[in-house]
């Protein structure tokens, strides 16, 4: 059972994400520069739901878990099963304590590694993401640079079009195959929710859903 304290000084970011075959926690103190992140990276497995939370209670200490300023998480595509059982967590936890739940998609958290390492670096430049389905397709998502610095830690990328399903995908601008690295996800999600928390944006746990694209849009 999770604990519901409320305390003034909550100072942590909680990242939670998961890709197609392991999941993991990563957060960030808010008042503490000095400090860097920490992470807990597991392999997925049957009987996540039970221990998504062990892992979690085991990555957190009571004083940490009560100090929780906001939660960072992916929302898919990936692991489907695994992304609700996050999202159904995070969403718990957030309505708990009473703090904001930021929601990324998984290809929304990766493009920017995948930017730098196709040097897509031009401002307004487009670029596709897409992972191709066994049977069903493909999911691909789109983006843009709108502001660009040529030091990586200030390329920012706009999620254009959220991942979606597509019988069939024509390439009209760059496109790169999805390409997880969970721990510079994880570090993605508390950056941006850095920001988020640094420019006053709250995000109420009700609007947070997992991606599960079922209908093609062509």
């Known amino acids: ?9 909550k100072k942590f970011i909680l990242a939670i994400h998961n890709t197609n075959d392991h999941f993991g926690f990563g957060y960030k103190d808010l008042k503490n520069n000095t400090i860097k992140e920490f992470f807990s ?7 996540l739901s039970r221990n998504l ?3 979690l209670a085991e990555f957190l200490n009571q004083k940490r878990f009560d100090s929780i300023a906001r939660i960072s ?3 898919g595509p990936s692991n489907f099963n695994a992304s609700r ?18 929601k ?24 596709w993401i897409s992972k191709r389905l066994k049977t069903r397709g493909y999911i691909a998502g789109k983006y843009r640079i709108n502001y660009i610095n040529k030091i990586n830690t200030n390329l920012c990328i706009e999620e254009v079009i959220s991942p979606k399903l597509y019988k069939e995908f024509i390439k009209k ?15 993605q999600l ?3 929710s850095t920001k988020n928390h640094e420019n006053l944006i709250q995000n109420h746990w009700s609007n947070v859903l997992p991606i599960y694209p079922i209908e093609p849009v062509n």
């Open 104 to 127: 990324y998609s998984s290809f929304k958290i990766m493009a920017k590694r995948i930017a730098i390492k196709n040097e897509i670096l031009d401002n307004n430049q487009y670029f």
């Open 53 to 55: 939370i062990s892992t």
């Open 190 to 192: 508390l950056e941006l």
């Open 41 to 47: 990276i597991k392999k997925l497995d049957k009987d």
């Open 1 to 9: 059972m999770l604990p519901t304290k409320n305390i003034d000084n």
């Open 173 to 187: 601008e760059a496109s790169f195959e999805a390409e997880y690295d969970i721990e510079d996800e994880l570090k």
């Open 85 to 102: 059982q996050i999202v159904v967590c995070a969403r718990a936890i957030s309505q708990q304590l009473n703090c904001s739940l930021d």
């Open 73 to 75: 998480i992916s929302i």
